[in-house]
């Protein structure tokens, strides 16, 4: 079955970085768009990156373009977020995301809490 394991959130200072990496299985990586999504608290879950199967036309939201980086490894699986020059309001469980003939799936989530 599909599933996506995220980690490398954490507690940092406003200014610092943070990589996070989502490991997959259960499916072709390499042939489908991977996604980073983050919730805060009280707030609804939005889109934060996509990367395309190939890792090229990485898209973004506004609040981090700039900051942020979507990667993805597909000899391992793997996709990446890279985030540069943190702020408070970016605080909030990170997760994975991927949508497998039409049905999405969801890591467990990671804690990205930035704070001085």
């Known amino acids: 079955q599909v599933q996506l394991v995220e980690s490398g959130g954490g507690l940092v200072q406003p200014g610092e970085s943070l990589r996070l990496s989502c490991a997959a299985s259960g499916f072709t990586f390499s042939s489908l768009p991977m996604r980073w999504y983050r919730q805060a608290p009280g707030k609804e879950r939005e889109l934060v990156a996509t990367i395309t199967a190939a890792g090229n036309s990485p898209t973004y939201a506004g609040s981090v373009k700039g900051r942020f980086t979507i990667s993805r490894d597909n000899a391992k699986n793997t996709v990446y977020l890279q985030m540069n020059s943190l702020k408070p309001e970016d605080t909030a469980v990170y997760y994975c995301?991927?949508?497998?003939?039409?049905?999405?799936?969801w890591g467990q989530g990671t804690q990205v809490t930035v704070s001085s």
């Open positions: 995301n991927v949508r497998v003939f039409y049905t999405d799936y």
